[in-house]
């Protein structure tokens, strides 16, 4: 038996700092979740003992990353580490063109002002709360065009974040190509559970839209899980390494919106690549108003140094292979207990179906939120809401958005906990499962009016 990336089912990193954490009690938990309004985006994170939050800037960075802050150049114009930022993207994405944004929605913002006019359409393989958010502000409508199983979550299937190109194709047919602002594929698919997006699928689109002069732009936030689950899964691509695929992946789209702390392995940062010199000169011209300079676009030197360290260690075999088997592992222990997940596991986390989870609560209960405040109770494990709470309203009935899936994320950020860590999720969410009768639902008693599940607040409904 020989140990390579293929194999490998321990963490393929040694740990050189720690970060203790904080074990609490029942009691206390039960104060902290009072007081966060039963919102875990609302509890302080000094209460949380293993934080599933999200994988959103709560990696772990190299050794060699911390190394890099320090050779940050913090020039105010024309930063030594922009151009490495700029190198690095060249090199592992294949876009001549970068933008640095102070996230992954500096980006979005820039390209939704600079591509739509208003009254047009941005078909995506399904909403995300940021994106869709932009393209709204910019006068878009968004449809969505992704296939009909990635709203399911029991639905199998290796790529159930393919684009359903008829879909796509009657938009354009009823819409016309003008009315097509561009199309946005993220790869993977975050609210389908990280479910990924097939390399036959990205050249069909390109193909389809390319002729008719339809642009099509990457949310390209875990294009490198995505490209892992190419190598594993699709024909082909076996022997590939998942930096040649990535740079595939990346040929079939005009540009694309980063957020640098998924990824690229950093803690803030993010960026606009792009093929075209014209989105780029107006890219440079928005992000003045509203980044800074087109040279850091909100990010300091040092972070762009540390993210162009994170964009070639992202691609390392060993590195991914693991982090997306250690979200399988986590994904395996419910399965096995018969815990509703959603299936296949996706690549940044394990998503809780809690319909069937909960099928005592109506989904005007908010379920999910209801789980989630449940775990975080039992065992101090943060986890997020996907479900009507995220979906948010619909601006022209009022009325809540009832989406299909109703999901507890338990979103694994990168290189910080060890497999021992999913263990400890994996107990704590089968107790909750065997008792799962006994969860009540929420009324929901504070609602902001955008992206109200950040602040929402609730109140637990009565026995
Ligand atoms: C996180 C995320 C974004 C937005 O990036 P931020 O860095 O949080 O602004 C966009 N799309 C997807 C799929 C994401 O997961």
């Known amino acids: 038996m020989f140990v390579d990336s293929k194999t490998i089912n321990a963490e393929p990193y040694r740990i050189k700092a720690v970060e203790p954490m904080r074990v609490t009690t029942r009691e206390h938990r039960q104060e902290a979740l009072e007081s966060a309004g039963y919102n875990t985006f609302l509890l302080r994170s000094e209460d949380v003992f293993i934080d599933l939050l999200t994988d959103s800037g709560t990696s772990a960075m190299s050794d060699t990353q911390w190394a890099a802050l320090m050779r940050g150049d913090e020039a105010y114009a024309g930063s030594r580490s922009f151009y490495a930022l700029e190198k690095a993207v060249q090199d592992v994405y294949g876009f001549p063109y970068v933008v640095p944004t102070h996230q992954g929605r500096g980006a979005e913002h820039l ?7 208003p009254g047009q359409y941005t078909p995506g393989n399904m909403y995300f709360t940021t994106t869709r958010a932009h393209q709204e502000l910019a006068g878009a409508t968004f449809v969505d065009v992704i296939n009909d199983k990635a709203h399911d979550p029991t639905a199998a299937g290796a790529f159930k974040g393919d684009v359903d190109l008829g879909k796509l194709q009657k938009l354009i047919d009823d819409v016309g190509p003008d009315k097509i602002a561009y199309v946005n594929v993220a790869v993977t698919v975050n609210l389908a559970g990280g479910q990924p997006v097939s390399m036959a699928n ?22 490198v899980e995505n490209a892992y689950f190419i190598q594993q899964r699709e024909p082909g691509y076996a022997d590939r390494t998942v930096a040649e695929i990535l740079r595939e992946m990346m040929s079939y789209f005009d540009g694309c919106t980063m957020s640098g702390k998924k990824d690229n392995l950093v803690n803030i940062g993010g960026f606009l690549a ?13 992000v003045v108003l509203f980044e ?83 775990l975080y109770l039992d065992s101090g494990v943060r986890s997020m809401e996907r479900g009507i709470v995220s979906a948010g309203r619909d601006p022209a009935t009022g009325d809540h958005r009832r989406p299909k899936l109703e999901l507890v994320r338990l979103t694994v950020p990168r290189r910080v906990y060890t497999d021992r860590h999913m263990e400890v999720v994996a107990d704590s969410v089968i107790r909750l499962y065997r008792r799962r009768s006994e969860i009540r639902g929420l009324a929901m008693v504070y609602e902001p009016e955008t992206l109200r599940f950040f602040t929402a607040r609730f109140a637990p409904l009565g026995a």
């Open 292 to 374: 800074g300079m087109p040279s850091y676009g909100g990010m300091a030197g040092r972070d762009m140094e540390a993210m162009s360290v994170g964009i070639r260690e992202m691609v390392d075999d060993a590195y991914i292979a693991h982090r997306v088997r250690q979200v399988e592992y986590l994904g395996t222990l419910l399965d096995e207990e018969g815990v509703p997940i959603v299936k296949p596991i996706g690549g940044h986390g394990v998503f809780l179906d809690a319909r069937a989870f909960l099928p005592h609560l109506e989904q005007d209960v908010f379920p999910a939120q209801a789980l989630a405040a449940e």
């Open 274 to 286: 792009m093929r075209d010199e014209g989105v780029l000169q107006k890219a440079r011209s928005l």
């Open 202 to 223: 990205l050249r069909a689109v390109y193909e389809l839209c390319h002729p008719l002069g339809i642009l099509v732009w990457s949310d390209a936030t875990r294009c």
């Open 111 to 117: 390209i939704s002002q600079i591509l739509i006019t």
